[in-house]
């Protein structure tokens, strides 16, 4: 599996800033419930919004912002759906096949679902740079929603379990809003996807200690191939 690092796939310095929004979640009684930080996939067949369960789950209306190709202008999309969510790790996903039918043409860059599985393809180091794009506090970059990037180092080797889980840490300190956020390594000149952020490591009073939660690109790949 190498289509990641060539072609029209590519994730790169360019338009990695267009693979994120800010997710807002309403529920039952059209009453605001979460926000977070989505980011769009597609495979052969659908078009994916995929943030965190915690985020989604009891929730039935979602809305977020995406800038038009083009020009200097971002719509306001909302969908009204049942997400699914994974029955062990935190991760949810919103189907948006009907969004990507509209009449708009959208600026939006898809991580391809194929490439997210690059074990057989890319072979980890122990200490890898890793960057994270998402919306800590509701805060973007730009007025047309640019994500806010961080950078950091894994905590824990991304190719081993963390706590018997298919899971691994960071050291990029995440704030309400991150949840769903995308981590990515640099290889070369582009970016691979390798998981999703749901949670920081806190103490018993609730401070942080400067480590993120995150679920492995693997979970979501063969979790969505089922769905």
């Known amino acids: 599996n190498t289509s990641i690092l060539k072609g029209d796939f590519m994730i790169t310095e360019e338009n990695i800033i267009y693979t994120t929004t800010l997710i807002k979640a309403y529920n039952y009684g059209k009453n605001i419930c979460n926000t977070g930080t989505g980011f769009f996939c597609k495979d ?93 506090q509701e805060i973007k970059g730009d007025p047309l929603g640019c994500p806010i990037i961080n950078s950091g180092i894994t905590a824990t080797p991304i190719s081993r379990k963390y706590n018997n889980q298919e899971i691994f840490l960071t050291d990029i300190l995440s704030f309400p809003g991150s949840s769903g956020s995308p981590i990515f390594i640099r290889h070369n000149d582009v970016y691979i996807f390798v998981g999703i952020h749901y949670a920081s490591a806190t103490m018993d009073d609730g401070l942080h200690i400067g480590l993120g939660f995150c679920v492995k690109d693997s979970i979501l790949y063969n979790w969505i191939k089922g769905i």
Do not use: A, R, W
Request: proline share 3%; aromatic share 16%; with cysteine.
């Open 44 to 136: 052969e067949k659908n078009y994916y919004l995929i943030s965190n369960k915690h985020i989604v789950d009891g929730c039935t209306e979602f809305e977020f912002k995406v800038p038009m190709y083009g020009v200097d202008k971002i719509v306001t999309t909302k969908i009204e759906i049942t997400p699914s969510s994974h029955s062990l790790y935190d991760i949810g996903v919103i189907c948006i096949n009907s969004i990507m039918s509209s009449k708009y043409k959208y600026n939006i860059k898809f991580i391809e679902i194929s490439d997210f599985y690059n074990d057989q393809s890319f072979k980890f180091s122990n200490i890898e740079n890793v960057i994270m794009l998402g919306y800590p």
